[in-house]
């Protein structure tokens, strides 16, 4: 199934991102794709996205992204029904992402729905979205013409806008994200899954800054490395170095605290934080045994210290006071 559009001339947004750190984003997908194949979670999108089958993973790598994914699914969740999915959803970094047609799926689509990534990865995602069906199909039943606003690196419909862009540059960010429709009064979630620590703490904090001063309520879902400095986060430093990876922005994943505290600095009413172990103990009971039956685990050793490396944060601002402020984990 071809998808009819518009086109407008080639873009000239610059594309400065190195290719180690946006060849991180085939990495996320292979994984997800491979977990989604053992049955880990629902996902008929995510084999879409990837070009050919995921080599296996191990045990602890399908259970993290699982507590990933579900960790970031039920903020997410919580924040649509609080606003009645009168809102708009911005991805930061979004990459491969199927979170738009989970949403439909799960009729909790919000009014708009917005993605930002480098242009080399969102032409990439364009190309696949017109020659995947299921993809497809889903952008047009949300669209109201026969056509899209389209070129090389850029879709705009009525329900969701891929934006090749680089973070970094604000003002374009900023720009692009008017010209398809943003509207700031609007309730706003703003999610970056493993972004921002590959920007410097001053570009990051100037896009947190920047979210912070646009949307009067909003929450903002990040997750990310944390407890960086003790001998398994160097580890993981220096593995992203053998691979020519830097993580610019480490300095702000010394603790939860450290994560926290960029939201806090910088405009954001309310922050909290958990590591990746603690989401997965908030999983409900028979869900963990369903997941722990689909894979043997030697030992749960190296499971909680890969997940006591990550952190689940989310920042608040709740000007239409909606009780995002409730909006957390419970065991």
């Keep these: 199934m071809s998808v009819p559009v518009r086109r407008r001339g080639p873009t000239t947004e610059g594309d400065e991102g190195d290719e180690a750190v946006r060849s991180t984003c085939d990495d ?6 491979f977990a989604v194949n053992l049955g880990y979670w629902v996902d008929p999108y ?35 029904k609080k606003t009645e999915c009168q809102c708009q ?5 979004a990459g491969l992402d199927t979170t738009f047609w989970r949403l439909k799926d799960a009729n909790l689509l919000p009014r708009k729905y917005f993605e930002l990534d480098f242009p080399a990865i969102t032409s990439r ?10 993809l497809s199909k889903a952008v047009l039943e949300t669209h109201s013409s026969d056509s899209l606003a389209l070129d090389g ?26 010209d398809t429709g943003l509207d700031p009064q609007l309730p706003t979630v703003l999610v970056a899954e493993c972004v921002l620590v590959y920007m410097t703490l001053e570009h990051s904090s100037r896009l947190v800054r920047w979210a912070a001063d646009t949307f009067p309520t909003a929450l903002f879902i990040n997750y990310e490395q944390v407890n960086m400095e003790d001998r398994f986060g160097q580890v993981m430093i220096e593995n992203l170095q053998h691979r020519q990876c830097s993580l610019a922005g ?29 989401v997965y103990n908030c999983l409900p009971h028979t869900d963990r045994r369903r997941m722990e039956k689909i894979e043997f685990l030697d030992e749960g050793e190296l499971l909680q210290q890969l997940l006591q490396h990550y952190g689940l944060i989310w920042a608040v601002k709740d000007a239409r006071e909606l009780g995002l402020f409730t909006i957390g984990f419970s065991s």
């Design 46 to 80: 995510i084999q879409h996205m990837v070009r050919q089958k995921s080599e296996r993973k191990a045990p602890e790598i399908n259970r993290g992204y699982y507590a990933r994914v579900h960790g970031v699914w039920g903020l997410l969740e919580s924040f649509m």
């Design 153 to 178: 690196a850029n879709l705009n419909s009525d329900r969701f806008a891929i934006l090749g862009v680089d973070l970094r540059d604000l003002a374009t960010v900023q720009q692009k994200l008017r």
């Design 250 to 278: 480490v300095t702000a994943c010394r603790s939860l605290q450290t994560q926290m505290a960029r939201f806090s600095d910088n405009g954001w009413e309310k922050a909290d934080a958990l590591n990746m172990m603690t």
């Design 125 to 134: 995602k364009i190309h696949i979205i017109k020659t995947k069906a299921p």
């Design 28 to 33: 996320a997908t292979a994984c997800k794709r």
């Design 89 to 93: 959803v911005i991805g930061i970094g």
